[in-house]
């Protein structure tokens, strides 16, 4: 009893100084990533502030001028005090004013996309991650069946082809052509967003065809990872043995093949994951979805440098803490790892 608790504590011990390891390692990372998105604008030629200003060809006095310098956070102060100011508001989740939104604060901005954007790129994700894996295991344990022979090699031909491409070939022939699928927006014009039947299945149904896009243009991969990496493992001694064994066969498939071979596509999850928050950037432009990537788009056109600050530090957040839950679920997956 005592010796098996012992052994409890130790792995205990092993999984929490891992752990910890790889917060420190990403919160760093964290301070890098603050540290070059503070200084990464202020080293590209020319000044933020006249760029802002030249849209109003010379109608603002002096005064409104400086009015609007200090409500967008520009000032002439040395980089370190404008750094430190600009911690400080990060920690207060403050990124300042939009400009292209104005009066509207970059947080509120975030925040709208944002909803879009869960909606649309992490369903569609998260979907194409679960049916690719399921195809990729399903392929893999009947090797030479239907599954195996006929979709790995359709899904990659339909996946070599870039968002933009089938996002406009899908909206011309089943929007355009076919009317099956509303063509811009992510909802009605004529309905007001609301808890309601008619704007859920408004949302649906914008969201329905951009969605099948990314899905069909992904799925390929993910299935085709999933299949090779459980090919390789149902090679190994341990497989047989349990076959030998006796073993359920829907049981080997899963709790022993399958759940060694994720270990590769956990990894690639974790990155498109934290990517999803930048927005499907493309497909949102030909469908005019209002996500991140379309926001990110126009932050870009009109200058909008507290957008772009905010955004970029959002999305690389967003990466950091994906990572950090896929090395978590690790632990959990690969016992490996908690001896290390």
Not at 52 to 78: H, T
Not at 152 to 167: C, E, K
Not at 266 to 286: H, P, Q
């Amino acid at each position: 009893m005592v010796t098996a608790l012992i052994t409890v504590y130790a792995k205990g011990n092993l999984v929490m100084r891992y752990l910890l390891r790889r917060i420190g390692f990403y919160a760093v990372a964290a301070w890098v990533s603050l540290t070059v998105n503070f200084f990464l604008p202020r080293m590209m030629p020319g000044d933020p502030a006249s760029a802002i200003f030249a849209r109003f060809q010379g109608k603002l006095r002096p005064e409104e001028i400086e009015s609007l310098r200090k409500a967008y956070g520009l000032s002439d102060a040395p980089l370190l005090t404008q750094f430190g100011q600009y911690l400080s508001s990060i920690f207060h989740g403050d990124f300042g004013i939009s400009i292209n939104f104005f009066p509207v604060k970059v947080t509120s901005v975030i925040a709208t996309g944002l909803i879009w954007t869960l909606l649309l790129a992490g369903s569609a994700t998260i979907f194409s991650f679960v049916l690719g894996n399921l195809l990729g295991i399903f392929g893999a344990w009947r090797r030479g069946g239907l599954v195996d022979s006929v979709l790995p090699p359709l899904l990659i031909f339909i996946g070599a082809f870039p968002y933009f491409f089938v996002a406009m070939l899908a909206l011309y022939f089943l929007g355009f052509k076919q009317n099956l699928f509303p063509l811009r927006h992510a909802y009605s014009d004529s309905l007001s967003p609301g808890w309601n039947m008619a704007f859920a299945l408004s949302v649906l149904k914008h969201m329905t065809l951009p969605a099948l896009c990314i899905v069909g243009t992904s799925i390929g991969g993910w299935m085709l990872g999933m299949r090779n990496t459980m090919v390789g493992v149902l090679a190994e001694d341990y497989i047989t043995m349990a076959q030998a064994k006796g073993i359920a066969q829907r049981r080997i498939m899963f709790n022993y093949a399958a759940r060694n071979a994720l270990l590769p596509s956990i990894t690639s999850f974790g990155m498109a994951l934290g990517f999803v928050l930048s927005g499907s950037l493309l497909t949102e432009i030909v469908f005019s979805y209002p996500g991140l990537g379309y926001l990110l788009l126009q932050a870009v056109r009109n200058l909008d440098y507290p957008l772009m600050q905010g955004l970029f530090l959002m999305i690389t957040f967003a990466v950091l803490g994906a990572n950090l839950l896929v090395d978590m679920v690790y632990v959990w997956l690969d016992p490996r790892i908690r001896a290390r």
